[in-house]
């Protein structure tokens, strides 16, 4: 049992982000967002005119990068990149980087170290099914199609973009598809996460419901036996 580990997964604009870090500040853990790790890597690969799709040349930048997520920044060897990695050419960038399997799999051993260093609150796609299996509270927050486009459509990257919300729902759509159904790591609700249905529900509404949960986990996973060897 990864005892002091919190896991959010789903898909864009259910409200991963807002959430996790709202429970994050009310439990004193560290929030991670790992999907600025892979818009990281991914804004580094264009900088350097690597292609997206170019395992062994991406792999490197990934599995090298260091990454200092602290206070809402984003900077990797850095740089910081926090405004640069919120447009709607990163989305599609970020999206074919995390299709390549030995990116993952250096983007993993950097997610499970932070882990390692105590309360973590950590927010993506595969975080209950293949980062922390182990985690003490497992979150799949989800929102139907049309609702998530328009938060998607309220985001101000998205904004400035000048894209309509007919544009956001159809890049929202192809980005869910390759997320669903890539070979490695797809995104999937993990078998012991809770399910939390956002669809017309206020952020502070969601945000009760998700602590609720995660307090009443935690209380849970104290009274089972840890694990041999693990955390
Ligand atoms: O959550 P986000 O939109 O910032 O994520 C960017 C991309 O990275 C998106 O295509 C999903 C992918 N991702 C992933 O595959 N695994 C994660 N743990 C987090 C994000």
């Not at 690969?45 to 602290?70: H, Q, T, Y």
């Not at 101000?156 to 869910?176: F, M």
């Not at 945000?207 to 955390?231: E, F, K």
Request: a neutral charge.
């Amino acid at each position: 049992m990864t005892a002091r580990a919190i896991a959010i997964d789903g898909p864009s604009g259910a409200g991963k982000g807002t959430v996790a870090r709202a429970v994050a500040q009310a439990l004193a853990y560290r929030y991670v967002d790992t999907g600025a790790m892979y818009r990281a890597v991914a804004w580094k690969a264009l900088r350097d005119r690597v292609g997206v799709d170019d395992e062994a040349a991406v792999e490197p930048i990934a599995a090298r990068a260091s990454f200092n997520l602290d206070g809402g920044r984003v900077v990797i060897d850095g740089h910081d990149v926090t405004r640069e990695i919120r447009t709607p050419d990163i989305d599609v960038a970020a999206a074919a980087v995390a299709r390549l399997p030995r990116v993952r799999k250096a983007l993993v051993a950097h997610q499970r170290a932070l882990a390692g260093q105590g309360g973590v609150v950590m927010e993506g796609r595969d975080i209950g099914t293949a980062v922390l299996p182990d985690a003490a509270v497992k979150i799949y927050l989800d929102a139907s199609p049309e609702e998530r486009a328009a938060r998607r459509a309220a985001d101000p990257a998205h904004v400035l973009s000048g894209a309509a919300l007919g544009e956001v729902a159809d890049a929202l759509a192809a980005r869910d598809r390759v997320d669903r159904t890539r070979a490695a790591s797809p995104l999937v609700q993990a078998p012991d996460a809770i399910q939390v249905d956002t669809t017309g529900v206020s952020v502070d509404e969601v945000i009760d419901r998700v602590l609720a949960l995660v307090r009443a986990g935690l209380r849970g996973a104290a009274g089972r036996p840890a694990r041999s060897g693990a955390d």
